[in-house]
C-alpha cells in the first residue's frame, strides 16, 4: 500500500508559479513510476506529467511542455511537479499518482494510487 499526500496548490494569477509537492509513504518509493494528474470541473481527469522509477526519463501532455517540469526525490519520497507560466486554463485540482510499475503511463487506469488532491486556480 502506498499513501500519497499533495501540498503546494493555490491561487496564482497568470504567469506566475507554484510548486507541488507530494510525499509518498508505505512501499520502497523507488520501485514506482510517478505521475501528476489534473482534473477541471465538468472535464476528465487528464494525465500532465509522468516520471520513471529512476528520474530519468519524463513525459508531459503537450500543453505544458516547456513550463513544468516533474522532478522526484528516493531519497525523500518526494515528488514535485513546478509550474511555471501558469495559464487561466491550468485551473483544475492536482492529483499525485503512483503506478505499480517503473513505468508510468498516460492511462488514468494504469494508476494505482491516488492523493487526495490540491487545488490549482490560475486568475487572468
Known amino acids: 500500500q502506498v499513501q500519497l499526500v499533495e501540498s503546494g496548490g493555490g491561487l496564482v494569477q497568470a504567469g506566475g508559479s507554484l510548486r507541488l509537492s507530494c510525499a509518498a509513504s508505505?512501499?520502497?518509493?523507488?520501485?514506482?513510476?510517478m505521475g501528476w494528474f489534473r482534473q477541471a470541473p465538468g472535464k476528465e481527469r487528464e494525465f500532465v506529467a509522468g516520471i520513471n522509477w529512476t528520474g530519468g526519463s519524463t513525459s508531459y501532455v503537450d500543453s505544458v511542455k516547456g513550463r513544468f517540469t516533474i522532478s522526484r526525490d528516493n531519497a525523500k519520497n518526494t515528488v514535485v511537479l513546478q509550474m511555471n507560466t501558469l495559464k487561466p486554463e491550468d485551473t483544475a485540482v492536482y492529483y499525485c499518482?503512483?503506478?505499480?510499475?517503473?513505468?508510468?503511463?498516460?492511462?488514468?487506469?494504469?494508476?494505482?494510487?491516488w492523493g487526495q488532491g490540491t487545488q490549482v486556480t490560475v486568475s487572468s
Open positions: 499518482a503512483a503506478y505499480s510499475s517503473v513505468w508510468y503511463r498516460r492511462d488514468r487506469g494504469a494508476v494505482d494510487y
Open positions: 508505505g512501499r520502497t518509493f523507488s520501485n514506482y513510476a
